[in-house]
């Protein structure tokens, strides 16, 4: 995504989906989701979906629908924890329920904090159709240097990674959903790339 979207204010449903799309087309993605033309139209007419599609698109990008609806909030949904200890317990948690999980982690010493992105694999049944994409959740927590120590262990597929400071910036205040994290068939996201 580029940097001059960090700095935008979003006046309308419209504009903050285009910054959900970061570049895609409407059409194509619309056509993913199994969404109508008729819908995808409406889509950049500025008109808020129904219910199932406002969903659809909430579990594809990992995108808060408070956001995407009314501007408030952080675009990205980010699951943040004040305690480690707190942290550390759901993310055991989520090891036990879902051990398949990919788990990247990420330190950031400079901004005191350390983030878990746990994806998988995941579908749902939408208009008749199977919609496949990647089910993503992002974690937060203050930086704790002997946490991560036990974060490896706890997933089969564990990768540290380390993110260029805008990017890592960006991270906390919820301004990366699944794209700009996973890419897609035709761009790698920034986790491929790392």
Known sequence: QKLKYL?????????????VLAGRKVNPWAKRLNLSSGTASRLKQDIVPGQDVLTAIMRTENVSLNWLISGSGK?????SYLDSA?????LNNHAKDCPQYRCDYLALAQLNVMFVVLSQPASYEFKGATINYVQVEVLSSPFDCDLGHHISPLFTATHEMSLEPHLSRSLVSGQLGTYAL???ETRPGILNRN
Not at 7 to 19: A, D, I, K, V, W
């Open 75 to 79: 675009p990205f949904m980010v699951d």
């Open 86 to 90: 707190d942290f550390y317990n759901q």
């Open 7 to 19: 700095f935008m204010n979003f006046y309308n449903f419209s504009e903050r989906l285009e910054f």
């Open 182 to 184: 996973f890419g897609d």
